[in-house]
């Protein structure tokens, strides 16, 4: 399976999450990398784009030689570079499932997608997508619509599909009324909706969460599942990679993404 994502130096998301995941679900894992982060458990504290050109001979040495069995999408960080993406994935035909998660904030709040590339995203990578897995805050940045609880969710859903993926799932982690004591995403096609549910966990270390989550359903895709039950086992795994969430730095640590083997 591959990746084409940021790096976190910090360990906890990006590319480093996505490999720790995939060797957790018993996928090979290789990567495009398209950013580098100075970043750690408070914050990013520096970003560095690679040439377009880097971006391609990686993804071409890997796919042309090896082969992939699905693609996920993270940090892209400008137009240039979500547009060069677009181009090698459009290039796949829609041979291999590819989960696109559309990464526009740090777990910190810091801007990992520049403003000029958000329409880029809109309109050349989600029609390539077969899932995209927005948070909140993602689906506020590309549709402009604010989801204040699950009803909004059903909607977000549909404004996310307009733009082309065939199944969308919005994350429900951070809503407005999360008094509730599950975490609640909701999967769509616009036909069919599969409603996802876990206990809300109090713990604070969570970074890499994001990227955990589309990581393993592309994991599960890549394994032959169907994308409602890549949806199930992934939701599963970060549960309980989140509940074994630890202490890291200073800040906000990383999810554990070792934990069936603890």
Not at 119 to 148: C, K, S
């Amino acid at each position: 399976m591959l990746t084409v994502a940021g790096s976190d130096s910090g360990g906890g998301a990006g590319i480093q999450a996505d490999l720790k995941t995939m060797l957790a679900l018993g996928v090979h894992g290789m990567s495009v990398l398209t950013a580098v982060t100075a970043q750690n458990s408070l914050g990013v504290h520096g970003v560095w784009d690679l040439p377009e050109a880097a971006v391609r001979a990686q993804f071409h040495a890997v796919v042309g030689d090896i082969g992939v069995g699905a693609v996920k999408t993270g940090m892209l960080s400008s137009a240039a570079l979500t547009e060069t993406v677009a181009g090698l994935l459009a290039a796949l035909d829609g041979r291999v499932p590819v989960v696109v998660d559309p990464v526009g904030i740090s777990k910190h709040g810091d801007a990992l997608l520049a403003a000029e590339a958000v329409e880029t995203v809109r309109t050349r990578l989600l029609p390539l997508a077969t899932v995209a897995t927005p948070n909140l805050d993602e689906v506020t940045q590309l549709t402009g619509r604010t989801v204040h609880d699950e009803a909004g969710m059903r909607a977000a859903a549909d404004a996310v599909l307009a733009h082309g993926p065939r199944w969308v799932l919005v994350k429900g982690g951070h809503l407005a009324d999360s008094r509730s004591a599950e975490a609640v995403d909701l999967l769509t096609d616009g036909c069919a909706e599969h409603w996802y549910r876990a206990p809300r966990l109090d713990n604070r270390h969570t970074h890499g969460t994001g990227c955990t989550l589309a990581s393993a359903i592309a994991c599960h895709l890549a394994l032959g599942h169907d994308v409602p039950d890549a949806v199930a086992l992934a939701k599963t795994y970060v549960t309980g990679a989140i509940a074994a969430g630890f202490p890291l730095g200073a800040g906000t640590g990383p999810v554990d993404h070792g934990w069936r083997t603890r």
